[in-house]
């Protein structure tokens, strides 16, 4: 069995902030190899590729090796490339193949994208490891269709086959990612920090946000969590974004991780997400220690209510009380706002504005208000006085252009013209605005 996976590139019009590999196909490429089947990877993002380039490499591919499945893999920001590519496979390569989708969009609306997409033949939902390995054993016959797990498919009758079979991965038992189904030389050229992961899930549950959905909250275990660095390492990279939704969740999860690192001898540079809740003086002195450079904290509003609606709870003294603890440990910090945030105003983000000339972030985020599959903002509008939306927006890449959202309180004109005033107010170093990166 030949399995080709395909990482799409971001719409036009959106620069490159990060390019990071996939760790779900890494891991997924080492599923495949060791069942005893083949897997390679056409990496759009790293190369750029367009659809034409994609299309040709395809058939080339095809003619040195029959390709049986191809798995694209796609976030909300990248749907709309993956519509184009799903047609692309298609005409590139007949239909003897099967072609498989994975990510948000198919997590939460499965049924829906096998019917909006006709020439799909496979949505995974959620993790998709297992996902995988069935959907392989289904093509060899040696399954039903019925014993799919985390996936809807097409039946050879046309039918759409939703068996809403869920299965947890222990991640443990998954094999380490395979880095090289990249072009590893590729990343190093770009940026010598790349991407590594401690975890599945949040344990936060803000209504915005379709990470904390996508997963339960799971852990691997510190010990082959370092495993996995030192291999980096050893490749050639220095630093390393730990991508967990929040890494250091806990003072013992921290104590455990430092002490694996005292014990291998290890030296790094890294960074991670970590929840402004999270922040006190324990973790930011240890991570400091420990080679951290900076953090990422999603403040997103200061409206106290508004943090309510989001779940987040946070007034604007704690998160001044947070942000005073990583001044006091020089830890650069990267801040996030949205821009739109249910129940915010005009008056909202001059405070927003306010707060920034007082933090001087080192970098900051300017979210549009975004609506995503999966999160009760989007499955309850009316609940945050959303205005009316298309609810399959990232099938196009208006979004990326013009503001797509709005609430009563800030409609799309108005984020749009709020976006513009504060990207462009120098408080900080780089800002970063609807995936466009700007330096002041």
């Given at each position: 069995?030949?399995?080709i996976?395909?990482?799409?590139d971001y719409?036009?019009?959106?620069?490159?902030?990060?390019?990071?590999?996939?760790l779900d196909?890494a891991?997924m490429?080492?599923?495949?190899?060791e069942?005893?089947?083949?897997?390679e990877l056409?990496?759009m993002?790293?190369?750029?590729y367009?659809?034409?380039q994609?299309?040709?490499?395809?058939i080339?591919?095809n003619k040195?090796e029959?390709?049986d499945?191809v798995?694209?893999?796609?976030i909300c920001?990248?749907?709309?490339?993956?519509?184009?590519?799903?047609?692309v496979?298609?005409h590139?390569?007949?239909?003897?193949?099967?072609?498989a989708?994975?990510?948000?969009v198919t997590?939460?609306l499965?049924?829906q994208?096998?019917?909006?997409?006709a020439?799909?033949?496979?949505?995974?939902?959620?993790?998709?490891e297992?996902?995988?390995?069935?959907i392989?054993?289904?093509?060899?016959?040696?399954?039903t269709?019925r014993?799919?797990?985390?996936?809807?498919?097409?039946?050879?009758?046309?039918?759409?086959?939703?068996?809403?079979n869920?299965y947890?991965s222990?991640?443990?038992?998954?094999?380490?990612?395979d880095r090289?189904?990249?072009?590893?030389s590729a990343?190093?050229r770009?940026?010598?920090?790349?991407?590594?992961?401690?975890?599945r899930?949040?344990?936060?549950n803000?209504?915005f946000?379709i990470?904390t959905k996508?997963?339960?909250f799971?852990?691997?275990?510190?010990?082959?969590?370092c495993?996995?660095i030192?291999?980096?390492?050893?490749?050639?990279?220095?630093?390393?974004?730990?991508?967990?939704?929040?890494?250091a969740?806990?003072?013992?999860?921290?104590?455990?991780?430092?002490?694996e690192?005292l014990?291998?001898?290890?030296?790094?540079?890294?960074t991670?997400?970590l929840?402004?809740k999270?922040?006190?003086?324990?973790?930011?002195k240890?991570m400091?220690e420990?080679?951290?450079?900076?953090?990422?904290?999603?403040?997103?509003?200061?409206?106290?209510?508004?943090?309510?609606?989001?779940?987040?709870?946070?007034?604007?003294?704690?998160?001044?009380d947070?942000?005073?603890?990583?001044?006091?440990?020089?830890?650069?910090f990267?801040a996030?706002?949205?821009i739109?945030?249910?129940?915010d105003?005009?008056?909202?983000?001059?405070?927003?504005?306010?707060?920034?000339?007082?933090i001087k972030?080192?970098?900051?985020t300017f979210?549009?208000?975004?609506?995503f599959?999966?999160?009760?903002?989007?499955?309850?509008?009316?609940?945050?006085?959303i205005?009316?939306?298309?609810?399959y927006?990232?099938e196009?890449d208006?979004?990326v252009?013009?503001?797509?959202?709005?609430?009563?309180?800030?409609?799309?004109s108005?984020?749009n013209?709020?976006?513009k005033?504060l990207?462009?107010?120098?408080y900080?170093?780089?800002?970063?605005a609807n995936g466009?990166?700007f330096?002041n």
């Open positions: 069995m030949k399995v996976f395909i990482t799409l719409p036009t019009g959106i620069n490159d902030y990060l390019i990071l590999p996939s196909f891991v490429s080492s599923v495949v190899k069942n005893g089947d083949n897997c056409i990496d993002r790293i190369n750029h367009d659809m034409y994609l299309e040709h490499l395809l080339a591919k040195i029959k390709i499945l798995c694209i893999e796609s920001n990248t749907h709309f490339n993956a519509v184009k590519a799903i047609k496979c298609r590139a390569l007949g239909d003897d193949i099967v072609i989708l994975r990510g948000e997590t939460f499965p049924v994208t096998l019917e909006r997409n020439e799909l033949d496979v949505a995974f939902v959620g993790e998709s297992r996902a995988l390995l069935d392989i054993d289904y093509m060899k016959g040696t399954i269709e014993d799919i797990h985390n996936a809807c498919l097409r039946n050879k009758n046309g039918e759409i086959i939703n068996n809403n869920c947890t222990n991640l443990n038992h998954l094999p380490l990612p090289e189904v990249y072009d590893i990343y190093i770009r940026d010598s920090e790349t991407i590594v992961r401690s975890s899930g949040c344990p936060g803000c209504s946000c990470k996508m997963s339960k799971r852990l691997f275990t510190i010990k082959r969590f495993d996995e030192e291999i980096l390492q050893r490749y050639g990279f220095q630093s390393f974004f730990f991508s967990d939704d929040t890494f969740f806990s003072d013992q999860r921290l104590s455990d991780f430092a002490e690192i014990k291998r001898k290890m030296h790094i540079r890294w991670s997400n929840r402004i999270d922040i006190n003086e324990y973790k930011i240890t400091k420990l080679g951290a450079y900076r953090v990422f904290v999603g403040i997103e509003t200061i409206n106290s209510a508004s943090q309510k609606l989001a779940n987040k709870n946070l007034t604007k003294q704690e998160v001044m947070k942000i005073s603890i990583l001044k006091k440990y020089n830890m650069e990267h996030s706002f949205i739109g945030a249910p129940g105003t005009e008056e909202d983000l001059v405070e927003i504005e306010k707060l920034l000339s007082e972030p080192t970098l900051v979210n549009q208000l975004k609506l599959p999966g999160t009760d903002i989007y499955n309850s509008p009316e609940k945050y006085n205005l009316p939306f298309d609810p927006w990232f196009k208006d979004w252009y013009y503001p797509v959202f709005g609430t009563k309180e800030l409609p799309p108005q984020i013209k709020w976006t005033r990207y462009l107010i120098p900080h170093k780089d800002v970063i466009a990166t330096k």
